[in-house]
């Protein structure tokens, strides 16, 4: 349990942090010390299963007993950070939405998604996508959607979320409220979606709807902006991953009581608001957000952190303190259903660690029997 007065503490739970390198080095080992609740792995530290395995087990016996949540984006095509020859190959969303039999390919698929990250100690993938690619000029969904109809798009992505799941991996749906139809990326620029609720509660929602049906564990919510969502209508509304109306809609109408967790923090969509990236985290506090995703640098990670800590210290009527402990309660529900612990992830590194001794590490992760599954399942060549 946190002590009631640990401010500190109590921020860095909220925050999920990433770093440089293949081992914990002093940047990550440092963000564990503090106290962060979370951490996203990338391309840059991987090198093999069993070293991925290692490198999570030892995060979770330095936080021990306290549990650590490990997530990493793979959604599949080019999105995924596990990848061949020593992962299996996933193909992207639209390839999966396109087979003969797309619910049965989302389920093949999310199987050997969660048996591959269950296996090298990760509790949560960053997928599905449930966009819906309804925009030819957008550049950051494109093919990482399944469809172009919110009926394809539910479908699939509920398979996905199921069979991810019934693996002991967490599953995430993004981006809410929907980014298929922006022209612009939130790495790189403000995006804005521009409907109105109306078609939102036609085409945007409705795969999230399905996702939550299915018991996706998080929802990830974007940066951009939904003025159609406002209960003012602005030329420049706050990002939704601030707004208290947008993640209202998701907690109140759609009915999400899960983990709801921003895009990161450090995309040029939130660069140059008012108070900086802080005072961003602190206004999605506020909103209910739960988890902040800050992918890169220690300094950030380090802002958000102590904007957290000041709101909460600061806080008169205790409604930020409020929010904070209900975050690290769902938080805490996830983790009791998706995170293992010191004990279980050190095992699954010894079991690869052998593996490669023994030269069956494809009989773990990389199986060619589920490479062939996926092929078979989505209807693509043996390169996917």
């Known amino acids: 349990m946190l002590p009631p007065d640990d401010a500190r503490t109590l921020a860095a739970r909220l925050v999920c942090f990433g770093f440089d390198g293949l081992e914990v080095n002093a940047h990550c080992a440092r963000m564990l010390d503090l106290g962060c609740g979370a951490v996203i792995l990338f391309a840059r530290n991987v090198e093999s299963p069993a070293q991925v395995a290692r490198l999570c087990a030892e995060m979770k016996r330095r936080v021990s007993p306290r549990k650590l949540l490990v997530m990493v984006d793979q959604e599949g095509g080019r999105v995924a950070r596990f990848k061949e020859p020593h992962f299996t190959a996933i193909p ?84 809410w409220p929907g980014h298929g139809d922006t022209t612009d990326d ?107 995703l800050a992918c890169h640098t220690e300094q950030t990670q380090l802002e958000i952190i102590g904007a957290l800590r000041s709101a909460i210290e600061n806080d008169a009527t205790g409604e930020t303190r409020c929010y904070a402990t209900n975050a690290i309660e769902r938080l805490r529900v996830l983790a009791d259903a998706f995170v293992d612990g010191a004990e279980a992830a050190e095992a699954n590194a010894y079991k690869l660690e052998c593996s490669v001794l023994e030269g069956t590490t494809r009989e773990v992760v990389g199986n060619p029997e589920d490479a062939r599954r996926v092929r078979d399942a989505c209807g693509t060549s043996p390169r996917l």
């Open 92 to 175: 992207s969303a639209e390839t999966v939405g396109n087979a003969a039999d797309a619910a049965n390919a989302a389920r093949v698929v999310g199987d050997v998604v969660g048996k591959e990250c269950r296996a090298v100690n990760v509790d949560m993938t960053l997928a599905p996508v449930v966009d819906v690619n309804t925009n030819p000029q957008n550049v950051v969904i494109g093919n990482r959607a399944f469809g172009t109809t919110p009926n394809a798009v539910g479908v699939t992505a509920s398979a996905f979320v199921r069979a991810c799941q019934s693996r002991g991996v967490a599953a995430c749906a993004k981006h």
């Open 186 to 292: 939130t790495h790189a620029a403000t995006a804005i979606t521009k409907h109105g609720l109306k078609r939102l509660r036609v085409v945007e929602i409705p795969p999230f709807v399905d996702a939550v049906k299915a018991g996706v564990a998080s929802v990830l919510v974007a940066h951009v902006q939904v003025p159609g969502m406002e209960k003012m209508y602005s030329p420049s509304p706050p990002p939704a991953s601030t707004s208290a109306a947008v993640v209202g809609y998701l907690r109140e109408r759609v009915g999400f009581g899960g983990v709801v967790m921003s895009d990161d923090m450090e995309m040029d969509a939130l660069a140059n608001l008012p108070g900086g990236i802080g005072q961003c985290a602190v206004d999605g506090l506020n909103a209910t957000i739960d988890l902040f």
